[in-house]
């Protein structure tokens, strides 16, 4: 199914996000909160809700939670008051959640994102409350039953809701990709949607251009991955357009993305919806708080994305789009602003980080924290290329040996023989012998075809494994051909 | 010397006169036990374990619902048979750490709900001044024991007059703590704003005693308060001269027994020749109590006993066939053979409650009464040291005369739910008795954290008294 065409309806779609916050301890209890251990070892009284078992607030959990709404630009709520929300599952041992009902600890915030057009938008978020993760089902079909590993339940969660103001699968996709910058940057997650750290639910409708009120909704689950969302978007969006367009009308109700099949596909109906029966948790005393650990939290804020890519656009006049690219990953940012610091020429550097750097690492897999290239080294790298010492080629060849040992340009020039030909009697002798070997070009560059000349300097890079000057290579041919 | 009829504190003392040995204690008291437990059925289950006796080894009945490490805790229900819990509950730890002797679980109403111990999925128990009455509830099991010597200790729980009611009915004393003076790390819950784990004792100064060991901020538990425990037992050398003691006229209207009235009036003379003074005042929310109670009592039980399903502990049950899935068709026999009707009763009313477009009306508006109650006692403790009424309107009825009669069944606990739905600490001690020979108890209610004051008044009355002297009849 196609798109909705933008000219007839307008989609209106608002995300809910379940955050795993990155405590050390689980939110109610001391056992570990980690990923991948055996099942049902990283459980207690507390976790497992065993009868007797009371819950204590993280501190931790708390702190991550007014961070992430502070980076949100929400207004934290000093009242913080936690609720239970009823509900019977396998996954759920007190059969209620532990949860934030009517005074969420972080509401009316936002985030700015770009659309494709590359215009600045604000996307509004109603709340984002603190709760505890579930545990995690698993169904044994060879054995007919589904067991449950409690390691996950009471993981800090935190759930983020935006309001209905994206209006296509690509701004929802794009929204996603800047909330999950911002939480890198704040070190509260790992925001890793095929772990689960970070999971997406969407509430999707669209109505006439022009038209105010909201169509009628569906809800979207089980979309796994960035692409899942926008792809389950995408198709659920058509799904409305088709539906309308054919006289039918949108039944409200929950539906899960099948990525296999790429379609959707009916969950429950608006019937079938639980009374959650929220009521304040009896067992968590209300708590305020004060002034000082919310400006302390305030202080203890990062730069975030978009203040860093306002800064190095103003600071070192770089374009929006290699700003973009470094704000990406602070590593490299950062890597950036201390190479600028030795190195004036910032938009050849964005060019060395963007480019063969980035390639770099995209091939090893590593992120950017782990290499062994200093700011310095980098520096020194593109001052020995400007300075002919290095080809561009060779230059190449020397970072990767940078990123590899962590060694100095001049030293990796040394042991490797990498440094630049320039010497003239040297290059005018490799000139002779291509000029030897390809006799026919040289005719043709006789008879006026410069173009050609190239190819004669590509062979004599090639010759010297792409230590000799081609600039120099280039003139020597041409002085050598016109006598 | 019948060790099992004597007081904790006149144990201890033997003790450190060295004219008994710690083991003759335990030996006396479970001999008791063998004999008149057929009668009075206090005990669910006995802790056949003979732990080395510590500073302070005093035989401590349990009520069925504190969890400990390799006993059985049931909560006196068949939803929970088979549960052992994998960790000890703080009061339970403290209590071993004292050296107490954990000598077995008390009979109780099936999670604490009923005023009588007939709900009680192991049968009830028996009041040992009568044995065909109830001996009050929810902690009957515990009160009986301690009366009937099987006991020298017990440790209750109460949520709204469940240590106090049937202290009354059995003529020991039991204390209801303030809110978040005793940890409820391991007591299983029934209604976690209203809950609170207390003594029961033979007189006023062994309640003192095991208030001292089992009181104190706890980490575990959220709801419990970071304040100094006092040693308690110095305030029983307080007189109460001088002291200021409101009567709530709200706790002498219709429906109070007559010989009560008169027990609690002959108190009241007691200490006001003691010099304390008496004056009528007015707790005007009382008679919302019983219904703002029964509505945030059951809220809260409806979820707190959602757990019980048969996934993890406790009892499963399944389906003969398949109605509405394997799962919920577990969830619903488990359910339905693991809780009684009292239970099943109050988990109805507590989800009813809670359920959208009801909340409003019932539970919220709970919560906003709930405040006005707590703010009758607020006013009156500036101007007053304590208050003073019948912990009971009635002494213990026959059993099965309410089984059928909910609303009857829950009147007899007219006067003690306000102290849980403020907070307050209150306690029984006997006053009397009746012409039937059944006791009566006295309650005396002070401001939060001022359980000294309770222990002053109740020691100066008590030993005028003298009641806590008599035995029931074996």
């Given at each position: 199914m196609s798109q909705a065409p933008k000219q007839k309806y307008e989609t209106v779609i608002g995300l809910e996000v379940h955050l795993q916050l990155d405590t050390a301890t689980k939110i109610f209890c001391g056992?570990?909160?980690?990923?991948?251990?055996?099942?049902?070892?990283?459980?207690?009284?507390?976790?497992?809700?065993?009868?007797?078992?009371?819950?204590?607030?993280?501190?931790?959990?708390?702190?991550?939670?007014?961070?992430?709404?502070?980076?949100?630009?929400?207004?934290?709520?000093?009242?913080?008051?936690?609720?239970?929300?009823?509900?019977?599952?396998?996954?759920?041992?007190?059969?209620?959640?532990?949860?934030?009902?009517?005074?969420?600890?972080?509401?009316?915030?936002?985030?700015?994102?770009?659309?494709?057009?590359?215009?600045?938008?604000?996307?509004?978020?109603?709340?984002?409350?603190?709760?505890?993760?579930?545990?995690?089902?698993?169904?044994?079909?060879?054995?007919?039953?589904?067991?449950?590993?409690?390691?996950?339940?009471?993981?800090?969660?935190?759930?983020?809701?935006?309001?209905?103001?994206?209006?296509?699968?690509?701004?929802?996709?794009?929204?996603?990709?800047?909330?999950?910058?911002?939480?890198?940057?704040?070190?509260?997650?790992?925001?890793?949607?095929?772990?689960?750290?970070?999971?997406?639910?969407?509430?999707?409708?669209?109505?006439?251009?022009?038209?105010?009120?909201?169509?009628?909704?569906?809800?979207?689950?089980?979309?796994?991955?960035?692409?899942?969302?926008?792809?389950?978007?995408?198709?659920?969006?058509?799904?409305?357009?088709?539906?309308?367009?054919?006289?039918?009308?949108?039944?409200?109700?929950?539906?899960?993305?099948?990525?296999?099949?790429?379609?959707?596909?009916?969950?429950?109906?608006?019937?079938?919806?639980?009374?959650?029966?929220?009521?304040?948790?009896?067992?968590?005393?209300?708590?305020?708080?004060?002034?000082?650990?919310?400006?302390?939290?305030?202080?203890?804020?990062?730069?975030?994305?978009?203040?860093?890519?306002?800064?190095?656009?103003?600071?070192?006049?770089?374009?929006?789009?290699?700003?973009?690219i470094l704000v990406q990953d602070p590593v490299l940012a950062a890597l950036f602003e201390q190479c600028a610091a030795r190195y004036a020429d910032t938009k050849k550097i964005c060019n060395w980080i963007n480019g063969p750097l980035m390639k770099e690492l995209n091939e090893r897999k590593t992120p950017a924290a782990t290499i062994g290239l200093t700011a310095e080294n980098l520096a020194d790298l593109i001052k020995r290329v400007d300075e002919g010492v290095l080809s561009n080629l060779a230059g190449k060849d020397v970072l990767t040996f940078m990123i590899d040992t962590g060694q100095s340009v001049d030293t990796i020039i040394k042991e490797k023989g990498l440094a630049q030909v320039s010497d003239d009697s040297a290059l005018e002798k490799i000139v002779a012998e291509i000029l030897q070997e390809h006799q026919d070009i040289a005719d043709q560059i006789r008879a006026g075809k410069e173009s050609a000349v190239g190819f004669l300097v590509g062979q004599a890079m090639r010759k010297t494994q792409g230590k000799a000057n081609p600039k120099k290579i280039g003139e020597i041919i041409k002085k050598t051909l016109s006598q | 010397m019948e060790l099992h009829a004597l007081t904790a504190h006149e144990l201890l003392g033997l003790i450190q006169e060295k004219k008994i040995a710690p083991k003759e204690i335990l030996d006396a008291v479970r001999e008791r036990i063998q004999t008149i437990d057929k009668d009075v059925k206090a005990y669910i289950r006995l802790n056949e374990s003979r732990p080395d006796p510590g500073p302070c080894p005093i035989p401590i009945g349990i009520k069925d619902n504190m969890c400990m490490v390799d006993q059985e805790t049931t909560c006196g229900s068949h939803i929970l048979e088979g549960f052992k819990a994998p960790y000890d509950a703080t009061v339970i730890d403290k209590l071993k750490r004292s050296g107490a002797m954990l000598i077995g679980n008390t009979n109780m109403d099936e999670f604490a709900m009923g005023s009588s111990t007939e709900n009680s999925f192991f049968g009830a128990t028996r009041n040992p001044w009568g044995l065909d009455r109830v001996p009050g509830g929810s902690s009957g099991g515990s009160a009986a024991a301690v009366a009937a010597d099987e006991a020298i200790w017990a440790i209750g729980s109460d949520t709204g007059g469940s240590i106090r009611q049937p202290a009354s009915f059995c003529g020991v004393v039991g204390l209801k703590p303030t809110y978040g003076r005793v940890s409820r790390y391991g007591l299983i819950a029934f209604a976690s704003s209203l809950d609170q784990i207390g003594p029961i004792a033979k007189d006023v100064t062994d309640c003192a005693l095991l208030l001292n060991i089992i009181a104190g901020y706890d980490n575990l538990d959220s709801t419990s308060v970071d304040l100094p425990v006092p040693d308690y037992t110095k305030a029983l050398k307080k007189d109460v001269k001088g002291l200021k003691i409101g009567i709530p006229k709200e706790y002498f209207v219709e429906g109070l027994d007559p010989q009560v009235k008169d027990a609690v009036r002959a108190a009241v003379k007691v200490l006001e020749d003691k010099g304390a003074r008496f004056e009528d005042v007015s707790l005007p929310h009382t008679e919302y109590g019983i219904a703002t109670y029964y509505i945030i009592a059951t809220s809260e039980a409806s979820s707190n006993l959602a757990r019980y399903d048969g996934v993890q502990y406790g009892i499963r049950e399944l389906a003969q066939k398949v109605r509405k899935s394997p799962l919920l068709d577990m969830y619903d026999e488990t359910r339905d053979i693991g809780f009684g009707p009292e239970v099943k009763r109050r988990i109805m009313l507590g989800t009813y409650s809670l359920s959208s477009g009801y909340y409003d009306a019932y539970y919220l508006k709970g919560l906003k009464v709930r405040t006005l109650i707590k703010n009758d006692f607020d006013k009156l403790f500036k101007d007053f040291d304590a208050l003073i009424g019948p912990t009971s309107p009635t002494t213990a009825f026959k059993i099965g005369d309410r089984v059928n009669d909910p609303l009857s069944m829950y009147l007899s606990d007219i006067y003690t739910v306000s102290a849980n739905l403020s907070g307050i600490p209150a306690l029984s001690v006997p006053c009397g008795f009746s012409k039937e020979k059944l006791p009566i108890g006295l309650q005396i209610m002070a401001k939060p954290f001022d359980e000294e004051m309770l222990f002053r008044i109740a020691y100066a009355y008590e030993q005028s008294a003298q009641w806590h002297k008599q035995k029931p009849k074996l």
């Open positions: 056992c570990a909160n980690k990923f991948g251990e055996a099942p049902n070892t990283l459980t207690c009284p507390v976790c497992l809700g065993l009868p007797g078992s009371l819950p204590v607030v993280n501190e931790k959990a708390l702190e991550y939670a007014i961070k992430v709404g502070l980076a949100l630009n929400c207004t934290i709520n000093p009242f913080v008051k936690f609720d239970r929300k009823n509900y019977f599952y396998p996954d759920c041992p007190k059969a209620y959640q532990i949860s934030q009902y009517d005074f969420p600890i972080c509401r009316q915030g936002y985030l700015m994102i770009e659309t494709a057009e590359g215009e600045p938008k604000k996307v509004r978020i109603n709340r984002a409350h603190l709760e505890e993760d579930a545990g995690k089902l698993i169904h044994d079909d060879a054995h007919n039953c589904s067991l449950v590993d409690y390691n996950r339940t009471g993981t800090p969660l935190m759930e983020i809701v935006t309001e209905p103001d994206l209006r296509s699968a690509d701004e929802a996709y794009r929204y996603l990709q800047d909330l999950k910058l911002t939480l890198s940057y704040l070190g509260v997650s790992d925001c890793d949607m095929e772990k689960g750290s970070l999971r997406c639910d969407a509430n999707i409708s669209i109505r006439p251009m022009g038209e105010q009120k909201l169509g009628t909704k569906t809800e979207l689950k089980n979309m796994n991955s960035f692409k899942a969302v926008k792809a389950g978007l995408e198709h659920e969006i058509g799904r409305h357009f088709a539906m309308l367009e054919s006289g039918q009308s949108i039944v409200q109700e929950t539906r899960l993305w099948d990525e296999a099949r790429g379609r959707t596909f009916t969950m429950r109906s608006k019937e079938e919806a639980h009374d959650y029966r929220y009521f304040p948790e009896p067992d968590l005393v209300p708590l305020m708080l004060d002034n000082i650990t919310v400006e302390k939290v305030k202080a203890s804020l990062p730069e975030l994305p978009m203040q860093k890519r306002e800064r190095l656009m103003q600071r070192y006049q770089l374009a929006a789009y290699d700003a973009n | -």
